[in-house]
């Protein structure tokens, strides 16, 4: 079995959460699989195989935990990407708008330099705003976005092309 | 140079976060020195050396980013302890004190079985309220704690003597 079906038998569906007619895609599994989650790390290390990158920036929370061993597999910098207050330095920050009310996302000032090449990667891409949130942190800060990278991609809800022409986007599982 | 003492020299203090009169120990210079998030993970994983333990609990958010490497390294699950409302499927969760206010820590109700021995793992031990509810939920779910692992203990807030006489503490770097 490949790397993206033995990630996508571990992920479990839950219908109605956070609200009712959502199924949502619960990653737990994964990581309290060591085969699957091992599965996760190579997978999404072999679908940026071709490209080339100076430094993982990994979106809050769930994007950390495939992001750190990625980062750590690869040897190269993890940055963080993270919710408003909760970075203690001089930080940029980007507000974009959900479904309902809008969110911040914030980087630390010095992170990210000019002409770094930046893989943004979550767990999961749907609408792509917070993709997008963290596109716009990048550049910002003077760097280039190299690509975006997920473990699982909504492909009705279209992230895809709301991204597209920025940067090559790469997913693991589709559902 | 050690683990401990590679790692205690990344990490950045801040003075005056989230509060006046706080020094903030900022661990985000670690995950962008491969070199020092690599000697993070072999100080932990050598931290527990004496230890026999089922499965990693790590705790939202900055614990995602030590534990998902550390279990990927064991290849020993991870479960994920989040704040209240994350996670998707039937929880357990507890209520605690903070300083100000109180937070809820959640954990899937069929993540930690009976007779399961647990490594509760966080970035940072203060006063040790976090761990003291990490533990809760996991002898609530009939896990055994095998330990508390972090990166960064802040000796002045005695957070091991409130953690003392349940299971062994251990942090890789002191302050």
Chains 1, 2 share one sequence.
Do not use: N
Not at 49 to 63: F, Q, V, Y
Not at 72 to 98: E, F, I, N, W
């Amino acid at each position: 079995m490949g790397h993206a079906e033995r990630v996508r038998e571990a992920i479990r569906s839950i219908p109605d959460f956070p609200q009712p007619g959502i199924l949502f895609r619960d990653i737990t599994p994964v990581t309290e699989d060591p085969a699957a989650f091992s599965a996760a790390i190579a997978g999404l290390g072999a679908l940026l195989d071709g490209t080339t990158w100076d430094k993982l920036a990994a979106i809050e929370s769930r994007g950390f935990i495939f992001g750190a061993p990625l980062a750590r597999k690869v040897a190269r910098p993890m940055v963080l990407l993270r919710k408003a207050g909760k970075l203690p330095g001089q930080t940029r920050s980007v507000s974009y708008d959900l479904e309902y009310g809008s969110a911040t996302l914030e980087v630390h000032a010095d992170s990210i330099a000019p002409g770094d090449r930046i893989i943004i990667l979550d767990d999961l891409l749907a609408t792509g705003g917070t993709a997008a949130a963290a596109a716009s942190l990048v550049t910002q800060s003077g760097g280039q976005v190299a690509g975006f990278c997920f473990l699982v991609e909504l492909d009705d809800l279209a992230g895809r092309d709301s991204l597209a022409g920025t940067a090559p986007v790469f997913s693991l599982v589709h559902f």
